[in-house]
Nanobody, 120 residues
Framework: QVQLVESGGGLVQPGGSLRLSCAAS????????MGWYRQAPGNQRELVARITNDGNTNAPDSVKGRFTISRDNAKTTVYLQMNSLKPEDTAVYYCQMLVLTTTGPLRSYWGKGTLVTVSS
């Protein structure tokens, strides 16, 4: 089993910053990719940023230049630094990892989500 635990969400004013963290634990052999997604009320879940095993990153234009994804050296924790936040960034943010466990095949795991609210 693999668990992903997110932290760092909260209420922030427009123009402010937040840093999200997501730590993985469990029977992990390797993590091939890590990502952050978000879902606002009434909207579909969308990709915010992704980082592959070799360090390549990608993000949609809506967050480029404002959000930065990174990971720790052990490659079990992923971060999302969010700057210049806008009200439209308000959503539940989910961590996702593509994990090869010690007992099973490569599969996707999700955290439970952390709420980010951007409001004055």
């Amino acid at each position: 089993q693999v668990q992903l635990v997110e932290s760092g969400g909260g209420l922030v004013q427009p123009g402010g910053s937040l840093r999200l963290s997501c730590a993985a634990s469990g029977s992990i052999r390797s993590i091939n990719a890590m990502g952050w997604y978000r879902q606002a009320p009434g909207n579909q879940r969308e990709l915010v940023a992704r980082i592959t095993n070799d360090g390549n990153t990608n993000a949609p234009d809506s967050v480029k230049g404002r959000f930065t994804i990174s990971r720790d050296n052990a490659k079990t924790t992923v971060y999302l630094q969010m700057n210049s936040l806008k009200p439209e960034d308000t959503a539940v943010y989910y961590c996702q990892m593509l994990v090869l466990t010690t007992t099973g095949p490569l599969r996707s795991y999700w955290g439970k989500g952390t709420l980010v609210t951007v409001s004055s």
